[in-house]
């Protein structure tokens, strides 16, 4: 594949290193900043050259990167986060074709903790006297809190305690919220307290504990560097080719993982 990076800030970087140890090509790399970018600014002649683009790159170029990415054609992976309210705007561009494909982390490994804490959780639900708790770190660099992928451990966590609520009698069976912010008061039996803490140079470490009065069970995924992410996100682009839609990265893992067939 022919690949247009999309901001070459580290995890583009990260990204090209990826693509070229896989066999693949780079037809540029765009970053308004970048002294060793090939161009600033994105480009309809550029994109349509591409095979697919990959982007990492600030939440407010989103939505206009992506409206290039439909009018060419051209399959896009975005790893940017901090772009939620624009979600619906940016499908919207794919109705009647093209594909992108987006998602918060696109580390297998991290995916493949996401499923253990899943599992973990639809137990413990069914047990009295678990709560759970989350907390993650990140480096100072980082520019949204909590993260991306805490939100979605978090989110999994409440599907999988509403799946089990029918037969849990213990705690995890009754959170109903998640709550990211400083608590200054006592924290709710329906909250999921997810706690973010940023310094130094770590890639990113999420911790999941199942507590009670007797033990604590606790799950953790510590990213060593950003290599995982960067591979994953050139295997989510080679599965893009080819499709039509709009996807999240979820859909890519499932398939590699055996868990569905998205094709």
């Avoid at 060793?36 to 206009?64: G, M």
């Avoid at 992928?149 to 919220?177: M, N, P």
Wanted: with cysteine.
């Amino acid at each position: 594949m022919n690949i247009v990076i999309v901001g070459y800030g580290r995890m583009g970087h990260e990204v090209e290193s990826a693509a070229l140890a896989r066999g693949h090509t780079i037809a540029a790399r765009v970053d308004p900043v970048a002294r060793d970018a090939d161009r600033a600014k994105l480009d309809e002649e550029l994109v349509s050259r591409a095979d697919v683009a990959v982007e990492f790159a600030l939440a407010e170029a989103v939505f206009d990167n992506a409206r290039v990415y439909s009018r060419c054609r051209t399959p896009a992976v975005v790893g940017t986060t901090g772009w939620e309210d624009q979600r619906r705007a940016v499908q919207e561009l794919y109705r009647d074709g093209g594909a992108l494909l987006w998602g918060s982390n696109f580390s297998v490994g991290a995916h493949m903790f996401l499923a253990l804490v899943g599992f973990a959780a639809e137990i413990s639900a069914k047990v009295e006297g678990y709560d759970v708790l989350m907390y993650e770190i990140h480096h100072k660099r980082k520019k949204d809190s909590p993260s991306g992928t805490a939100l979605t451990i978090a989110e999994q966590l409440l599907d999988a305690c509403a799946s089990a609520a029918e037969t849990a009698r213990g705690e995890v069976a009754r959170k109903r919220r998640i709550v990211t912010d400083r608590l200054d008061r006592r924290r709710d039996d329906e909250e999921i307290h997810v706690a973010s803490v940023r310094g130094g140079e770590t890639p990113g470490i999420h911790t999941v504990m199942f507590d009670s009065a007797a033990d604590t069970i606790e799950l953790r995924h510590t990213a060593r560097n950003r290599n995982g992410f960067a591979v994953g996100a050139v295997l989510a682009a080679e599965w893009l080719v080819g499709r039509t839609g709009f996807f999240r990265v979820e859909d890519f893992i499932a398939e590699l993982l055996g868990k569905g067939d998205t094709a």
